[in-house]
Structures are given as C-alpha cells and as structure tokens.
C-alpha cells in the first residue's frame, strides 16, 4: 500500500527522535553508575519520563491541535535537545531526563494524529504498523546505539576526535555520547522542518488550565463511553502496561531461569521487540480497519504464553518462545491503535483523542511497575510473578472480550426494536 511522502518523512522524523531517546536512557543509566547513585534510581528514569504523559495529558492535546502538527514536532524535538543538553551542566540525569519526557509528551500527540489529518481511514492500520515497526526498530537499535556509545573501547574513539584551535571540555565517555546523540535530535529537527502542512485547522484552543482539564476529562468520559473507543482503549491500555512491565520481567527471568548476564539478558528484550515489529508488519499487510477487533483472543493466547516461560530454562528455547510472545502483542495492538485512533478522530480532534490515549496507556505503565517493583521487593519467585502476570494479562483480555460481546447484542437489540417500530 503506498503511502504520501509526507508520511515517510513523518516515519524518518519519528525514528531519529525515539533512537536518540532510548540511547539517552542507557547513557543516563551509565550516567548514575558513574555517579554512585543507588540502584533503585535507574527503574526512576523510567518513570520520571513517563510522568509528563500523565500529568500534561490535559495539555498536550489541545497544543498539538493549535499549531501545524510539523511546527510542534520541531518544538518539542527542541525541548528533547534541551533535556540532552542539561546532562552537559551536571543536572542530575533524573530532572534531565524527566525534561526529555516533557518533550516526548508534547510530541505524541502530534505524531500520531498528524496520521488521521494526512491519510484516509483505510490506510490507518498499515500507517500504525509501519510507526509501531519502527518505533521497535528505533527502541533496538537506540538501546544497542547507547551500550555501543558508553563502551570504553567506542568512547576512546570519539573523544580522540580533536577539533583543531577549539576545546570541546568534552572529556567522559558519557559526555562523548551524549554529543552524538544530540545530533541524532538534530537530524530529527531536520525531518520536521520538512513535513507538510495538511491544512487541517481546528476550532480556538482553549487556554485557560481549568478548561483545558474539563475538556479533557469530556474527551475522555466520550471515548470510554463510546462503544468501539472503550474496547480499542482498554486494549491498548493494557498492552502497554504489560509491555513496560516485560521488559523489567525478561531481565529477572534471564538472569534467575537462563543464568545469563545483564547484556545477555538485555539482548533478550531485543528478541520480544523484533518479535512486536514482525507481529505489527503483518498486522498491517492482513487486517483492515473494519475487522481490527478480531485480534483479541490473541491477547488471551499472549497472557497463556507469557506462562509457559516458567518451564523454559535453555536460552535456545528461550528465543523463539519470547520472538512468539511478540508477534501476538503487535498483531493484536496495531489494528486496535488504528481503531482508537479513527474513533478519536471521529468523536473529537485527533490531538484531544492520542492525549486520552497517552493519559491511560501511561497510567497503566506507571500502576504496573509499581506493582512489580513490590513484588520484587517482596522477594517473590520470578516464576511466581511470570505467572500472575500472564494471567492478569489473558484475564483481562478475556473480559474486554466478554464486554465487547455485550455491547453488540445491545446495538443488535436496539437496532432489532428501530426496525419493529418502523
């Protein structure tokens, strides 16, 4: 399916921001090694990130709807430099990197719903699984990009580089990295200059806060009410709570089941990413828009595998099992992205629905981590907690499905009783 070009430089725009993200967060880890902190401040970045989703929610929204989505892309790419930059000034790595989630926060809103202004209903889903392919791809390569950048033997060679009559004070390993990474938000920068105008204009935005929360709760009270808007946010709320929540479950796994090291471990990560990319490829080529909401026993069929990791103790075995546990993940969260999106977009402006979205999906991450860092602080077996996890996640799906199945005999009996009337 072809798409317009403004959408590839969307795609190139998107790529570079989130590598140099996700390069930023292992050089801000390697940032709080170097400074001694303790080790519970590293899952902190995480959420110190994720915190601007949540509370500007009400915010991002309308912002992203004021401007032409290209201009606000550019200024919040700026911000994200910003945030970069403050590593620079011994700011600590946390208030530093909660700036970059101020500026990824204000992004989204722009990047996804620029999609609904620039493509029809039809292409949305191949449009959400080529975003979803390459923001995984981006999330791999970033943190591939961040290890490679804080390895001794790389930052010798980049901090060798002498420019001449000039002194850079770039004199750590970290810093020598953080340059490069500042000039991948660079070429970002680039890319959204060049992305086109589509014209959409919206009403006023308002600006007074507590109007701007009002608005947003009216949004978000639309979409859960809605009957297709309920099942895609529900889904999609849960996927990427879950998802966050993996990555910190893998890490264990690997290190208490399969006995590897941290880098070993981390590669596995990269093995369930690869798998959500190839999940959300096929999702775009094989499901349209119309039949997003047959993927959802895959989510249940998600949750039971996620299970069968406590009888895997063999990194062979290990491999394929977490590359399936991703391809079911992005085959049931592409359709239901798109699905949300386009009720958004019908229901409200697109900026308003992708900041309900944000608002939900961050919460989830935020809940979820909080009640593994519990968990773990309880000394429960990871198996345990593999377990309650995957029947949390095939539970859940399982009633989102049910709740779908009533709300169809409900439209079924009230168009039944239109028709007798008539």
Same mark, same amino acid.
């Given at each position: 399916?072809?798409?317009?070009?403004?959408?590839?430089?969307?795609?190139?725009?998107?790529?570079?921001?989130?590598?140099?993200?996700?390069?930023?967060?292992?050089?801000?880890?390697?940032?709080?090694?170097?400074?001694?902190?303790?080790?519970?401040?590293?899952?902190?970045? @995480?959420?110190?990130?994720?915190?601007?989703?949540?509370?500007?929610?009400?915010?991002?929204?309308?912002?992203?709807?004021?401007?032409?989505?290209?201009?606000?892309?550019?200024?919040?790419?700026?911000? @994200?430099?910003?945030?970069?930059?403050?590593?620079?000034?011994?700011?600590?790595?946390?208030?530093?990197?909660?700036?970059?989630?101020?500026?990824?926060?204000?992004?989204?809103?722009?990047?996804?719903?620029?999609?609904?202004?620039?493509?029809?209903?039809?292409?949305?889903?191949?449009?959400?699984?080529?975003?979803?392919?390459?923001?995984?791809?981006?999330?791999?390569?970033?943190?591939?990009?961040?290890?490679?950048?804080?390895?001794?033997?790389?930052?010798?060679?980049?901090?060798?580089?002498?420019?001449?009559?000039?002194?850079?004070?770039?004199?750590?390993?970290?810093?020598?990295?953080?340059?490069?990474?500042?000039?991948?938000?660079?070429?970002?920068?680039?890319?959204?200059?060049?992305?086109?105008?589509?014209?959409?204009?919206?009403?006023?935005?308002?600006?007074?806060?507590?109007?701007?929360?009002?608005? !947003?709760?009216?949004?978000?009270?639309?979409?859960? @009410?809605?009957?297709?808007?309920?099942?895609?946010?529900?889904?999609?709320?849960?996927?990427?709570?879950?998802?966050?929540?993996?990555?910190?479950?893998?890490?264990?796994?690997?290190? @208490?089941?399969?006995?590897?090291?941290?880098?070993?471990?981390?590669?596995?990560?990269?093995?369930?990413?690869?798998?959500?990319?190839?999940?959300?490829?096929?999702?775009?080529? !094989?499901?349209?828009?119309?039949?997003?909401?047959?993927?959802?026993?895959?989510?249940?069929?998600?949750?039971?595998?996620?299970?069968?990791?406590?009888?895997?103790?063999?990194?062979?075995?290990?491999?394929?099992?977490?590359?399936?546990?991703?391809?079911?993940?992005? !085959?049931?969260?592409?359709?239901?992205?798109?699905?949300?999106?386009?009720?958004?977009?019908?229901?409200?402006?697109?900026?308003?629905?992708?900041?309900?979205?944000?608002?939900?999906?961050?919460?989830?991450?935020?809940?979820?981590?909080?009640?593994?860092?519990?968990?773990?602080?309880?000394?429960?077996?990871?198996?345990?907690?593999?377990?309650?996890?995957?029947?949390?996640?095939?539970?859940?799906?399982?009633?989102?499905?049910?709740?779908?199945?009533?709300n169809q005999r409900e439209h079924d009996s009230v168009a039944l009783i239109g028709e007798h009337?008539?």
């Amino acid at each position: 399916m072809r798409m317009n070009r403004g959408f590839y430089t969307i795609m190139a725009a998107q790529f570079f921001s989130s590598l140099a993200d996700n390069a930023l967060l292992i050089a801000a880890i390697a940032l709080l090694t170097d400074m001694h902190a303790p080790a519970w401040m590293t899952p902190l970045l @995480k959420l110190f990130f994720v915190l601007s989703y949540v509370l500007l929610a009400a915010f991002v929204g309308a912002f992203a709807d004021a401007l032409p989505k290209g201009r606000v892309m550019f200024i919040t790419n700026l911000i @994200k430099i910003g945030g970069c930059a403050l590593m620079f000034f011994d700011v600590h790595p946390l208030l530093a990197y909660a700036v970059v989630g101020f500026g990824a926060a204000a992004y989204s809103p722009a990047k996804y719903g620029i999609l609904t202004e620039l493509l029809p209903p039809e292409k949305l889903v191949a449009a959400n699984g080529w975003i979803e392919g390459l923001t995984v791809a981006s999330i791999i390569l970033g943190t591939v990009m961040g290890g490679a950048l804080v390895n001794r033997r790389v930052a010798n060679i980049l901090l060798s580089i002498d420019i001449p009559m000039f002194d850079t004070g770039i004199d750590t390993p970290v810093e020598a990295a953080l340059c490069v990474i500042v000039a991948c938000y660079f070429v970002a920068a680039l890319f959204n200059l060049k992305i086109p105008d589509t014209g959409a204009k919206y009403a006023h935005q308002e600006r007074n806060p507590i109007r701007l929360i009002a608005d !947003f709760a009216s949004c978000y009270s639309r979409l859960w @009410k809605d009957k297709l808007g309920q099942i895609s946010l529900a889904v999609t709320t849960l996927f990427w709570g879950a998802g966050a929540t993996l990555q910190f479950i893998v890490l264990k796994w690997a290190e @208490k089941s399969l006995h590897l090291p941290l880098d070993r471990a981390a590669a596995l990560q990269g093995v369930v990413a690869v798998g959500v990319a190839v999940g959300a490829v096929g999702a775009a080529r !094989f499901i349209p828009l119309t039949k997003s909401l047959t993927v959802m026993p895959m989510g249940v069929a998600m949750g039971i595998v996620v299970m069968m990791m406590t009888m895997v103790h063999s990194a062979e075995i290990a491999y394929p099992l977490l590359i399936l546990i991703g391809v079911l993940s992005g !085959f049931f969260v592409v359709p239901m992205n798109a699905l949300l999106q386009h009720r958004g977009y019908v229901l409200m402006s697109a900026g308003h629905s992708v900041a309900v979205q944000n608002f939900n999906e961050n919460m989830s991450v935020l809940t979820m981590l909080v009640l593994y860092a519990v968990m773990v602080r309880l000394d429960l077996n990871v198996n345990y907690v593999i377990i309650l996890f995957g029947l949390f996640v095939s539970g859940t799906m399982y009633m989102v499905m049910r709740r779908h199945a009533a709300n169809q005999r409900e439209h079924d009996s009230v168009a039944l009783i239109g028709e007798h009337r008539h």
